[in-house]
């Protein structure tokens, strides 16, 4: 059922990119019992229907469309479809990740471009496209998910993938500094979450060692409920950074 009790995100207009499974899934069934409207983007259009029919007959207000985040055009139109559909955007949750880790020495290039296309690109489009609306309507929240990988590099193997989670940790402190005192910009850094983000290594030595660090693994609940702090304070609390990990983690 949807909460009618104001808390700060209800009636609050919310696109999340990578919405079809793990922590992008989590946070929209967190936001959308909170009475949050959504505009969910992924390119499984299949699983987001099974997520926003769950949503909508518990009363929520849910629309998809397929989007990768690799193209610009379609995560304007994600953007564009929830001005059309809701009349504004309140909070863009840049989401959609990629994790693929091998030694440099394995030379897995096109695995490396992925990753700065998903998880730095696919960023940006999300800032280009929302940005102008955050302007104009002079209130807006970016949400960006990095790491705590974007804190200490993760190597050997994750040389990259750290790289791309330091560029989102700049860009999103350029961001916050540069939009000035109406529009918000949060930072999540997560450490072992559950969710697909594990799966992305194709080098089997690496792989099995992802897997034995994810067993301390938390839920993406845990992501989701972070990502509700920071929207439900008032306008002028900006939460600049949440790092959070399983008690257990080390790294």
Partial sequence: MVNNVSNG???????????????????ARHLSAKGAALLLGARRLDRLERIAAELREAGGKVEVLAADVTRRADVQALVDQAVST???VDVVI????????????EMKVDEWERMIDINI??????????LPVFQKQDSGHFINISSVAGIKVFSPGGTVYSGTKFAVCAISEGLRHEVGASIRTTIILPGAVDSELKLGSSHEESAKVVGQFYQQAISADSVARAIAYAIEQPADVDINEIVLRPTLQEF
């Fill in 86 to 88: 809701y009349g504004r």
């Fill in 121 to 130: 690109k696919g960023v940006l489009y999300g800032i280009a496209a929302a």
């Fill in 9 to 27: 995100i209800e009636g609050k207009v919310v696109v999340i990119t990578g919405a079809s499974s793990g922590l992008g899934e989590a946070t």
């Fill in 94 to 105: 840049n989401n959609a990740g990629f994790m693929a880790i091998a030694p440099m020495s």
